[in-house]
T-cell receptor, first 110, second 115 residues
Framework: RKEVEQDPGPFNVPEGATVAFNCTYS??????FFWYRQDCRKEPKLLMS???SGNEDGRFTAQLNRASQYISLLIRDSKLSDSATYLCVVNRGSGNMLTFGGGTRLMVKP | GAVVSQHPSWVICKSGTSVKIECRSL??????MFWYRQFPKQSLMLMATSNEGSKATYEQGVEKDKFLINHASLTLSTLTVTSAHPEDSSFYIC???????????FGSGTRLTVV
């Protein structure tokens, strides 16, 4: 089983749609969780950290379920510019090392 | 703030040659630098962790004699791909941790093509 698993997609959605991604992690000792966005041939960029109580940043909402060991990302009112690969990232539970999920590709169509 | 400058952005080299990739932290001290590799349509895979002033820690399956890592100062970490082969062609990217709220700062990546 992979440490961090994501549905690779692609998710093809029209502009304005709401789309949700899920991610599961295997290390119950993990403490830090992030969603990163990666555009083609570019470095990943932090989209948002994920907190236990859930958090929102504009059109983006992240939630964490520690009991089930999954993380979600909800994107409302999708824009064309949201098209990218979204990476679920989890620390290994000790130290600073991160484990990346394989990413979920989103394509927003006009 | 917290920028990691990585270069070169892309490089094409012949089989058998060595390529050095540099990552510099521009406005903070990076005591730790993570080096990742990403093949097309795959996830970032951690290759090694470099710590300033000590030997790098390599992930299982990564040859330390092939991927030489040096972290001689708090602002510079280098990865040298020695005797490169076409299968080493990949996207190499470095990352330095910031804090638990802000995640990690990534370099812009180096696309290596070995011909």
């Amino acid at each position: 089983r992979k440490e961090v698993e994501q549905d690779p997609g692609p998710f093809n959605v029209p502009e304005g749609a709401t789309v949700a991604f899920n991610c599961t992690y295997s290390n119950s000792a993990s403490q830090s969780f992030f969603w990163y966005r990666q555009d083609c041939r570019k470095e990943p960029k932090l989209l948002m950290s994920v907190y236990s109580s859930g958090n929102e940043d504009g059109r983006f909402t992240a939630q964490l379920n520690r009991a089930s060991q999954y993380i979600s990302l909800l994107i409302r009112d999708s824009k064309l510019s949201d098209s990218a690969t979204y990476l679920c990232v989890v620390n290994r539970g000790s130290g600073n090392m991160l484990t990346f999920g394989g990413g979920t590709r989103l394509m927003v169509k006009p | 703030g917290a920028v990691v400058s990585q270069h070169p952005s892309w490089v094409i080299c012949k089989s058998g040659t060595s390529v050095k990739i540099e990552c510099r932290s521009l406005d903070f001290q990076a005591t730790t630098m993570f080096w990742y590799r990403q093949f097309p349509k795959q996830s970032l895979m951690l290759m090694a962790t470099s710590n300033e002033g000590s030997k790098a820690t390599y992930e299982q399956g990564v040859e330390k004699d092939k991927f030489l890592i040096n972290h001689a100062s708090l602002t510079l970490s280098t990865l040298t791909v020695t005797s490169a082969h076409p299968e080493d062609s990949s996207f190499y990217i470095c990352s330095a941790p910031r804090d638990s709220n802000y995640g990690y700062t990534f370099g812009s990546g180096t696309r290596l093509t070995v011909v």
